[in-house]
């Protein structure tokens, strides 16, 4: 099996030994970020193909299967773009079951977050 060079920058290289927090923090990110997109484009497109299925092709000005790929390759564009506007809300709680300790290192760090924010507007105010 050859290796094509262009592949060679998206290899993450293993790191040995126990991670920092920080880059358990971000893995934690990323698998969250990735569980929300395949879940929302895959909910959504399901969700699109059936409230196609419901519909018959019309008996005049239909663009046959050019207009088939063209509905599809926008189902596919509403997918994702529902998934970014709203899969947090319906992945996230699946996430946290899913992954426990990612969801909670995610957790942490939010609050971790918002208690600076808040003591930043503290200051602010004084």
Do not use: C
């Not at 920092?20 to 893995?27: G, R, V």
């Not at 909670?104 to 004084?126: F, P, T, V």
């Amino acid at each position: 099996m050859k290796i094509n060079p262009a592949q060679l920058n998206a290899i993450k290289p293993l790191r040995p030994g126990p991670a920092s927090a920080q880059q358990q923090l971000d893995d934690a990110k990323e698998v969250q970020e990735t569980f929300r997109t395949f879940v929302g484009e895959s909910f959504f497109g399901q969700m699109m193909k059936a409230m196609r299925s419901t519909q018959d092709k019309p008996a005049y000005f239909h663009g046959g299967h050019a207009e088939e790929v063209f509905r599809g390759q926008l189902d596919q564009t509403l997918a994702q773009k529902m998934t970014v506007a709203s899969a947090d809300q319906i992945a996230d709680p699946m996430f946290r079951q899913q992954f426990p300790k990612q969801a909670e290192l995610i957790r942490r760090a939010e609050e971790k977050s918002q208690a600076g924010l808040d003591d930043l507007q503290q200051l602010r105010r004084r």
